[in-house]
């Protein structure tokens, strides 16, 4: 069965530094989406993509962060100046958008430790 | 603002027994509710989901239950088996014109002893 995969697995990056959380959605999805938990909370929505472009975004997703499909098959996602409370792990999902299914596929995630 | 309540925050059950977990949401054009398994370390996975035109899905041990009027939906889990630990994270949706992030719960974390 088709799998959405992230790299890295664990990004360490200090502050200030700029890093990029890279996605490989399923193939023939057309929306695509990055989540992130802060250890010991919820999962909290960034921002979806649809037709190359960003389609909604919540209050987290500020100038610090942007998001971009690059090539036909990744999705990444930018952080500027890396801050000590971006320390979470990012999750990467994706939806078909065709048929009547609603789900959305997530990927393992990236911890990502800012020191 | 959106916000989905999840309760309890652990469960402890003995195999065999149900459990229960329950969420509340506050956005009424909520339509979609999934609920996603998330083994350690592991990616979270969706187990069941229903639309707000349902008030009832099963699906083997596992049923969800949505009381649109109260802003309340449940997950069931009959005859739990050690494999069914995990935290489970329940989330609503505003599904409109295709777009739908999901507002997310704390996530229970069950735990089925032997």
């Known amino acids: 069965e088709p799998e959405v995969t992230q790299t890295p697995s664990h990004q360490v990056t200090q502050m200030g530094q700029e890093v990029i959380l890279r996605c490989v959605p399923i193939?023939?999805?057309?929306?695509f989406y990055w989540y992130r938990q802060i250890l010991g909370q919820k999962v909290e929505f960034l921002v979806s993509f649809y037709n190359n472009e960003i389609s909604e975004k919540s209050e987290i997703f500020d100038d610090q962060f942007s998001v971009e499909r690059p090539d036909g098959s990744n999705f990444t996602l930018k952080i500027r100046s890396t801050k000590l409370e971006d320390s979470a792990m990012y999750f990467c999902?994706?939806?078909?958008?065709?048929?009547?299914?609603?789900?959305?596929?997530f990927g393992p995630g990236t911890r990502l430790t800012v020191t | 603002g959106e916000n989905v309540e999840q309760h309890p925050s652990t469960l402890s059950v003995q195999e065999g027994d149900s459990a229960v977990i329950k969420c509340t949401y506050s956005?009424?054009?909520?339509?979609?509710f999934p609920w996603y398994k998330q083994e350690l370390g592991k990616r979270p996975q969706l187990i069941i989901d229903?639309?707000?035109?349902?008030g009832e899905k099963k699906d083997q041990r596992i049923a969800v239950t949505l009381n649109k009027t109260a802003k309340h939906f449940s997950l069931h889990i009959t005859e739990t088996q050690p494999e069914d630990s995990a935290v489970y994270f329940c989330?609503?949706?505003?599904?409109?014109?295709?777009?739908?992030?999901?507002?997310f719960g704390a996530g229970t974390r069950l735990a089925v002893h032997p």
């Open positions: 999902a994706s939806r078909t958008g065709q048929g009547l299914s609603y789900e959305q596929y």
């Open positions: 989330a609503a949706s505003r599904f409109s014109g295709g777009y739908n992030k999901l507002i």
């Open positions: 193939s023939n999805h057309l929306y």
């Open positions: 956005d009424s054009a909520s339509n979609y």
């Open positions: 229903i639309r707000s035109n349902v």
